[in-house]
Nanobody
Framework: QVQLVESGGGLVQAGGSLRLSCAAS????????MGWFRQAPGKEREFVAA????????YYPDSVKGRFTISRDNAKNTVYLQMNSLKPEDTAVYHC???????????????????WGQGTQVTVSS
């Protein structure tokens, strides 16, 4: 089992920045790929970013590429999501997830992740 706890969400104006953190405990954090997903009210869960277990590979959808950066510190069992140039459409609950992902396309799929945090609310005002 891996327990995940997100923090760092909040209210920010459009154009602003936030950094989300996800602290992991339980089984070996460094062995898992980590991802961030978000879900807005009335919408399906959406992939935001992912990072391989080593940190050497990162993945983003076009909607956040160039604005968001995922990173991890395996010594601290923590993954981060730096979000810059935020837009109102980025408003959602952001969840981190951990999984054993073995192929590139899998990083984008929520079904490939086994453990999920409760989420942190991000609200971007216009």
């Amino acid at each position: 089992q891996v327990q995940l706890v997100e923090s760092g969400g909040g209210l920010v104006q459009a154009g602003g920045s936030l950094r989300l953190s996800c602290a992991a405990s339980g089984r070996t954090f460094s062995g898992y790929a980590m991802g961030w997903f978000r879900q807005a009210p009335g919408k399906e869960r959406e992939f935001v970013a992912a990072i391989s277990w080593s940190g050497s590979n990162t993945y983003y959808p076009d909607s956040v590429k160039g604005r968001f950066t995922i990173s991890r510190d395996n010594a601290k069992n923590t993954v981060y999501l730096q979000m810059n140039s935020l837009k109102p459409e980025d408003t959602a609950v952001y969840h981190c997830a951990a999984g054993s992902v073995y192929y590139s396309a899998g990083y984008y799929l929520d079904r490939e992740y086994d453990y999920w945090g409760q989420g942190t609310q991000v609200t971007v005002s216009s």
